[in-house]
Nanobody, 124 residues
Framework: QVQLVESGGGLVQAGGSLRLSCAASGLTFSRYTMGWFRKAPGKEREFVAAISWTGGGIYAADSMRGRFTISRDNAKNTVYLRMNSLTPEDTAAYYC?????????????????WGQGTQVTVSS
């Protein structure tokens, strides 16, 4: 069955960086759009970024485009989220998602498969 396993979260000081990874199995990775979402305590799950089959990336907001970079390595069945200049507002559980949609969905209902999440905590 499809499995998505996130890693790379942790505790970091404001201004620091992290790279999240999501290893996929049980699917033809190169034919899946991959997305990252996050959920902070007391807030709804929100879209962060997604990357299409062909490697085109989209981001939730211009502020994220400047700080976050989504990429994929089809040979390793892995999608990454590089996060720079982190702030306490970025504290959340980050989730990887996969779907066969041709155009990357930006809502969580657009994804068929989900990982368990990895926690990112940014201290001030």
């Amino acid at each position: 069955q499809v499995q998505l396993v996130e890693s790379g979260g942790g505790l970091v000081q404001a201004g620091g960086s992290l790279r999240l990874s999501c290893a996929a199995s049980g699917l033809t990775f190169s034919r899946y759009t991959m997305g990252w979402f996050r959920k902070a305590p007391g807030k709804e799950r929100e879209f962060v970024a997604a990357i299409s089959w062909t490697g085109g990336g989209i981001y939730a907001a211009d502020s994220m485009r400047g700080r976050f970079t989504i990429s994929r390595d089809n040979a390793k069945n892995t999608v990454y989220l590089r996060m720079n200049s982190l702030t306490p507002e970025d504290t959340a559980a980050y989730y990887c998602a996969a779907d066969q949609a041709l155009n990357p969905p930006i809502v969580h209902s657009g994804y068929a498969y989900w990982g368990q999440g990895t926690q990112v905590t940014v201290s001030s």
